[in-house]
């Protein structure tokens, strides 16, 4: 059982930047991939991010080049770093692990884009 909590989100005008950290109780050395989704009103939930173990990174085309994603093992956290937000980024943003099929969940945290 891994647990997540999601640190960092919070309002910012358009153009600006964010970084969201997802802290997990256990060792994420071994953890095949770890992301983050968003879900934004009215919308699906939508795939942003994912770093895997390995280090591969994979974005949805609408971030690509605006947000990275990164992955401290000795933290045992991974971040978003988000920048040149856009109006259209607000969601809320959901840390994910894929431990060898079984998923954990973080609680959400709330970014909103907006002048």
């Known amino acids: 059982q891994v647990q997540l909590v999601e640190t960092g989100g919070g309002l910012v005008q358009p153009g600006g930047s964010l970084r969201l950290s997802c802290a997990a109780s256990a060792s994420i050395f071994s953890i095949v991939a770890m992301g983050w989704y968003r879900r934004a009103p009215g919308k699906q939930r939508e795939l942003v991010a994912t770093?895997?173990?390995?280090?591969?990174?994979n974005f949805v085309d609408s971030v690509k080049g605006r947000f990275t994603i990164s992955r401290d093992n000795a933290k045992n956290t991974v971040y978003l770093q988000m920048n040149s937000l856009k109006p259209e980024d607000t969601a809320v943003y959901y840390c994910y692990a894929n431990n060898y099929g079984s998923y954990y969940w973080g609680q959400g945290t709330q970014v909103t884009v907006s002048s």
């Open positions: 770093i895997t173990s390995g280090g591969i990174t």
